[in-house]
C-alpha cells in the first residue's frame, strides 16, 4: 500500500511538472517563433498604436464607416463575455430589436433588403466579418459621408472580400476593421467628422 501511494504521488508531481509547466512552455515558445503573429490575437498598430485584432470585431456607429454585425457578448464585443444573445427566435425582445434595427438600415438603403448579418448577431458575439452583401448594402451611406463616388467603395468593398477558404470552407467574408481602416487611408474624414 505505501508503495502505491509513493508511486501515485511521485506520477502526479511527475505529470504535473511535464503536463502543466514544461509542454505549455515549450507550445507557447514554439508558438511565438513560428507563428508571432497569430499568437498575439493578430493586432493591427497603425501609428505605433493598437487599433484592434483581425479576430475580435468592435463597434463602428458613425455613418461614415462600415458597421459590423450587432453583438451580444457583454455590453459588446467584449471578449471576456463571449456569448451569443440566447433569445429564440419566438421572442419578442428580439423580434423588435431586428424590427427597430431593419428600420434603421433601410433609412440608409430605402426599398433594399437587409442582409441579416446587419440585424443578428453571430453565436460568439465577436465577429469581425461581415458578409459581402452587408458591406454593399452599405455603400451608398458610406460614398455619401466619405464625398466618394460609390464605386470607388464598391472596389475598396472588393479587394477586402477574402473568399472561402481552400475554394470550399465558410463562405466570403469582408472584416469590418480592416475595411474602415483603409477607407480611412484612401478617402480621409474631415476632423470634425471624425470626432463623431
Known amino acids: 500500500m505505501k508503495k502505491n501511494l ?4 511521485l506520477m502526479t508531481i511527475a505529470t504535473t511538472i511535464l503536463l502543466g509547466i514544461i509542454y505549455p512552455l515549450v507550445v507557447t515558445g514554439l508558438a511565438q517563433v513560428f507563428f508571432k503573429d497569430k499568437a498575439n490575437g493578430q493586432l ?9 485584432s483581425r479576430i475580435i470585431g468592435q463597434a463602428f456607429t458613425g455613418p461614415a464607416y462600415f458597421h459590423s ?9 467584449d471578449a471576456a463575455n463571449s456569448n451569443g444573445s440566447q433569445l429564440g427566435p419566438t421572442n419578442q425582445h ?9 428600420a434603421a438600415a433601410q433609412m440608409d438603403n430605402p426599398g433594399q433588403p437587409v442582409p441579416i448579418d446587419l ?6 458575439g465577436l465577429d469581425p466579418d461581415i458578409t459581402p452583401a452587408a458591406a454593399e448594402f452599405q455603400v451608398p451611406r458610406v ?3 466619405r464625398g466618394a463616388s460609390a464605386d470607388d467603395v464598391e472596389r ?13 470552407l465558410g463562405e466570403p467574408r469582408v472584416n469590418v476593421l480592416e475595411l474602415n481602416l483603409e477607407l480611412d487611408q484612401r478617402f480621409p474624414l474631415k476632423k470634425q467628422a471624425k470626432a463623431e
Open 6 to 9: 509513493m508511486i501515485s504521488v
Open 44 to 52: 493591427i498598430v497603425r501609428d505605433g498604436q493598437v487599433v484592434g
Open 69 to 77: 454585425r450587432p453583438s451580444a457578448a457583454g455590453s459588446g464585443y
Open 94 to 102: 428580439l423580434i423588435d430589436r431586428v424590427k427597430a434595427d431593419v
Open 119 to 124: 440585424v443578428t448577431a453571430s453565436g460568439s
Open 143 to 145: 460614398a455619401k459621408e
Open 156 to 168: 475598396l468593398v472588393q479587394e477586402h472580400t477574402q473568399q472561402r477558404q481552400l475554394g470550399f
